[in-house]
């Protein structure tokens, strides 16, 4: 069928479900997307009439990622200048100004000795990085049997093979392919709240089940401080040392994946720092550059990157096409450059603060179980699964984009986010929280 000169938002649609795969949807899609015609500042513009909105408030970032925002004239022009110059060049044997800037940037930024840096393109294939350098560093060292993960439960790492072995096994989005993933070993789920005081029981539980695998584990990943996709829990700094010790003790590696948590969501600009812990491998992406561009990057310490060379195969055997693309590296200096200009710590402070006051009101919802706040990070929890589609139109009524999912309505808006915004979002996730 020829495709129609002119589209609305009816034939987009209708084009849309026919031939477009969206996130963990079927084919042909069932769901009616928005469909968004342009986005500025913490606004999304639809391209029809909603519930009598043509503009949104973000509550999401896109998925944590748009943290300036969008149309920021400083990524913009980062964007058009690099244009100008080179879109993309392929990394092997090829490298550019953007690319060693960002990496020597990232490398500055990062706790203690990260400060090797492999660009890639997506947070998934960055833990896939990060598990291959794991798995190879004990090979180099003639240790083959340290090739397992270690996990708590509750957590998410993405969507491609390694990283799904390492999501919760249970209940979790990839329980269609457990019995065909890696094996890992999973510890129980963190106990709930950051400032929860450290329980000695589970921190023992951790050391045991490190120490008992610790002949077969490469390393141990986690999400740090918070559990995104997993469920939205917050958990004690504290575990973090407890892992950093433990990993010490018995030889193994520890990767912290702050694909979600990086560049200041949590009030520090990554969420290791609430427990000035260091680890050998993290991995940073989404907010990375600002939303704009997909980009991600694994960073490791000199001891990883050493004993990757001492071995047999001394290379890391891995190289995206699209690694280091210098739109995207160009953009991600100039999205740090953004952040780190200006006074973030108080702006997060400022959004948990008005976080905090407005969901509030949410604990004496019928059905809410629980309310949790951490930085710019805002949650309200139900006692049952939500009806998503209720949920997401009593936000949308209140002319706020949100995504509920399981029995979660919770929201990551950009750091720009005005105070009437916020309680503006906290308002939708109350009527979301009450429809759903
Ligand atoms: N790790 C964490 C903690 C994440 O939140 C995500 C994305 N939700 C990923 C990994 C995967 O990143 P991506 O979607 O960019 O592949």
Redesign the pocket.
Known sequence: MPEPESMDAHDLLALDRQHVWHPYGPMPGTDDPLVIESAAGVRLRTAEPVQGHTELVDGMSS??SAIHGYNHPVLNEAARGQLDRMSHVMFGGLTHEPAVRLAKRLADLAPGDLEHVFLCD????S?EVAAKMCLQYWRSLGRPAKQRLLTWRGG?????WQ?MSVCDPDGGMHDLWSGVLPRQVFADEPPAGFDAPLDEAYADHLRELIGRHAEELAAVIV?PVVQ??GGMRFHSPAYLKVLREACDAHDVLLVL?E???GFGRTGELFAAGHAGVVPDVM?V??ALTGGYL?M?ATLCTPRVADGISRGEVPVLAHGPTFMANPLAAAVAGASLDVLLQQDWRQEIKRIEAGLRDGLERARTIPGVRDVRVLGAIGVVQLDHPIDMTAATRAAVGEGVWLRPFRDLIYTMPPYITGDEDIARICAAVCAAAREG
């Not at 997506?122 to 294939?125: D, E, K, M, P, T």
């Not at 998410?156 to 491609?160: I, K």
């Open positions: 998925w944590w997506s947070g998934s294939v833990v998410y790492h993405g969507d491609t990283p999400e995104g996709a994946d694909i979600a948590t991995c992406g989404k997909t991600a």
